[in-house]
C-alpha cells in the first residue's frame, strides 16, 4: 500500500468490490481476472478503481537575486551619481556647521540614506534635544520619507517568493533613483532584484564617500543650485521615465501628482506637497485602472 499512495494512485479495492470494467488487451493487462459477484460481465477484464491524489502545490519559484545582475544596477546608477554625491558633500558641509561630530555625521548618512529627509533634519536640529524636537524630527522626516510606503509596495510583486534577508536588503538602500531603475527594468520583463540591490548599494557608498570630504571641508559646495548641479536629478528622472511611457492613459497619474504638488507648494509651507502629490497620482491610477 506504500508503494502505491507514493506512486500517487490508490491501492486497488478487492475484486468483489471493483466497480470499474473496461475492454483490454491482453498486452495491457497479462492475467485474466474473473470476478463472480462483480457487477462487469466474466469475460470482460477488470480494472481496479484509482483514485489521482492531487499533486502539493509548490513553493513560488524565488526571483533572480544574482551577482550579475548587481552589477548591472550598479551601471544603471553611474549616471546619478554625480549629483548624489554633490548633495552629500553639502550635507556634510552643513552637519559640520551644526556641530555635530564626525562620527556622527557618517553614522547619519549610513543609517538614513535619504537627502531630503538629512536635510530636513538638519534645519531642526537642537544641541541638546528636548522631547519636543525629537517629536518635531521624527514628523517631519517620516513626511518627507512617506513616499517610501507607495514605493515599497510598487516594487512589492517583483520581490514575491524572496528571502526576508534579501528583502531587508533591498528596502534599506530603496531610494528613488534605484526604485525608479529597478521599475524600468522590470517593465521591460527583467526579473532579477538584484538590479535594484546593486543600484542602491552603488548610491550608499558614493553618498558615504561624498559626506566625509564635505565635512572636512566644512563648504565645498553649500549651494548646490548656484551652479544648476540640483538640475541633475530632476534630468535624470526624466530621462529615465521616457521608456515608461505607454500612451496618454497611463501618464494621467504623473500629470496630477505632479500638478497637485506643485499647487500644494506653493500653498501648504513645508514637505506636506510630496505627501499631497504622491496621495493624489495613486488615487488617479487607482481610479484609471478601475475605469
Partial sequence: MGAA???????????????????????????????????????????????IVPHIMSRPTRPAFTLAGARLGARL??????????????????????????????????TVFAGASQMVALEVWQDPWTLT??????????????????????IQPYMVGASRG?????????ADANWLIGMRYHGEGGRDIGVVLGAGIALWCGWL????????AGAVVPDPERFGLDLVMPIFFAAMLVPMWKGFRPAIPWAVAGGAALIAQALIPGYAFIIIGALAGAIAGAMIDDA
Fill in 5 to 51: 499512495l507514493i506512486r500517487g494512485v490508490a491501492p486497488a479495492r478487492p475484486i468483489r468490490q471493483a466497480i470499474a470494467c473496461k475492454h483490454l488487451n491482453e498486452e495491457h493487462l497479462p492475467r485474466r481476472i474473473l470476478a463472480a459477484n462483480n457487477t462487469c460481465r466474466k469475460d470482460r477484464w477488470i480494472v481496479p478503481e484509482t483514485r
Fill in 77 to 110: 546608477a553611474l549616471p546619478l551619481l554625480p549629483g548624489a554625491m554633490v548633495f552629500a558633500s553639502a550635507f556634510g558641509a552643513a552637519a559640520a556647521q551644526k556641530g555635530l561630530e564626525l562620527w556622527q555625521t557618517m553614522a547619519f548618512s549610513a
Fill in 133 to 154: 524636537g525629537l517629536l518635531v524630527v521624527t514628523v517631519l522626516v517620516a513626511t518627507v520619507n512617506a513616499r517610501m510606503i507607495l514605493m515599497g509596495a510598487a
Fill in 166 to 174: 534579501q528583502v531587508a536588503a533591498v528596502t534599506f538602500v530603496l
Fill in 209 to 216: 564617500a561624498a559626506t566625509l570630504p564635505g565635512y572636512l
